[in-house]
């Protein structure tokens, strides 16, 4: 479906992109092309399809209604790989000896390990800030080639102004890169603040049902597009059709699951406000929030993750989560069902303390996902277990 002009809304775009009706039988669903390879009618004569690590229609689906989600109003290409990791480190294969990325400190804790023990040992530097607006000049180095975003951050939820820092990145000729898998298409527009990638995590909102692993980059340059084409392909960290199709159905629901997600976190963040045994609380929906202003800016609603610290620090987190019944103490977010997670002993475990300190994380911090459950159940489990602290 063309996707251009008429498809405004968020969940008839999460519905209608790249639901081409299949040619041979009518399935309004793209079907799970199970194959790897495709008859050719002569030597090099097929219908666009040689080899499935190359493409897959299911796959090809996937990829166009990715794009045209996250870029609806100008051509754009996705690319799907096997988990958010194969994507980013497909990224960190444009690279060659030598070059230095930039990335804000309070990162996904696989994408450090990525950089420091793999990139690193091809002669690939990262350096991590804050990044405050205005310092990029200051850690900016001759060979300097990316600059590495995640917003908001996992696990302290810190809005990054992404107009600003992309701005300042292209002045000094950087690529540009957002890992947007917190915020998904839904609630923020990174084409239209500068990126020039972006990256998803689709094992989390946008898969939605914790049920597949799998990843994505989207580019509207059609001079990265084929050069990750090349390495899609040459390095091969493609998904299996099954996950594809599974992350497809779970992007024509996300716009309504969003919503939920979103408005739930919100009255329980401002709930957990009020409580007393809850020490220390991120949620970018808060005005207390050190970034609020800018995630009002910047996104339509604030998602659906809260982190917090409770009473007795670390042991009071272990009691805190044992009390849970419907967030079941698990990696990963994003499912409709409720989770909470430990990121200094299971998510972050692989980053070193003094970065994990510098960060912002501490051993009590808790991070919850709030799922679609009834909202008034999530607080009574909430409420409940924090009486025991
Ligand atoms: C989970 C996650 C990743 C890694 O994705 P996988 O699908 O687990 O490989 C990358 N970035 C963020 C922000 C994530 O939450």
Not at 135 to 152: H, Y
Not at 239 to 254: E, H, S
Not at 272 to 277: F, R, S, V
Not at 318 to 325: E, N, P, S
């Amino acid at each position: 479906m063309d996707g251009s002009g008429e498809m405004t809304g968020d969940s008839t775009r999460c519905v209608h992109s790249s639901l081409d009706p299949e040619v041979t039988t009518g399935s309004v669903h793209t079907p799970i092309f199970q194959t790897s390879t495709y008859v050719q009618k002569d030597f090099s004569e097929h219908l666009g399809y040689e080899y499935a690590r190359g493409d897959n229609p299911t796959r090809n689906a996937l990829q166009r209604a990715l794009a045209e989600m996250e870029s609806p109003h100008q051509e754009a290409y996705g690319f799907c790989f096997g988990s958010g990791m194969a994507a980013i480190t497909t990224i960190s294969q444009m690279l060659k000896q030598g070059d230095h990325v930039i990335a804000c400190d309070d990162l996904y804790g696989g994408t450090v390990r990525l950089f420091d023990q793999i990139a690193s040992r091809f002669g690939i530097e990262t350096s991590y800030s804050p990044l405050k607006s205005g310092d990029l000049g200051k850690l900016v180095r001759e060979n300097s080639k990316i600059l590495w975003l995640e917003s908001p951050t996992n696990p302290l939820l810190t809005v990054h102004d992404l107009k600003a820092l992309a701005t300042e990145a292209k002045e000094h000729g950087l690529i540009v890169v957002v890992d947007s898998t917190f915020a998904t298409p839904i609630l923020q527009r990174p084409f239209e603040l500068g990126a020039d990638i972006i990256v998803h995590s689709t094992t989390k909102y946008i898969g939605g049902h914790s049920d597949v692993i799998g990843g994505c980059l989207i580019t509207q340059s059609k001079e990265l597009a084929e050069k990750i084409s090349f390495l899609q392909n040459a390095v091969g960290a493609v998904p299996a059709p099954m996950d594809c199709f599974l992350i497809l159905r779970g992007l024509r629901t996300l716009a309504l699951r969003m919503n939920r997600h979103c408005e739930s976190a919100q009255v329980l963040a401002e709930r957990l406000q009020d409580n007393e045994k809850v020490t220390r609380l991120f949620y970018p929906g808060l005005k207390s929030h050190p970034t609020h202003e800018i995630a009002q800016r910047q996104m339509k609603a604030f998602g659906g993750m809260i982190s917090l610290e409770v009473k007795g620090g670390e042991a009071g987190a272990r009691k805190f989560a044992a009390q849970l019944k419907l967030f079941a103490t698990a990696e990963s977010l994003g499912g409709i069902e409720s989770l909470i997670n430990h990121p200094w002993t299971m998510t972050h475990a692989a980053i070193p303390e003094k970065q994990r300190y510098d960060a912002g994380m501490t051993p009590g911090l808790i991070r919850l996902s709030v799922g679609i459950e009834d909202m008034e159940d999530l607080w009574q489990d909430l409420v409940t277990a924090l009486e025991t602290l």
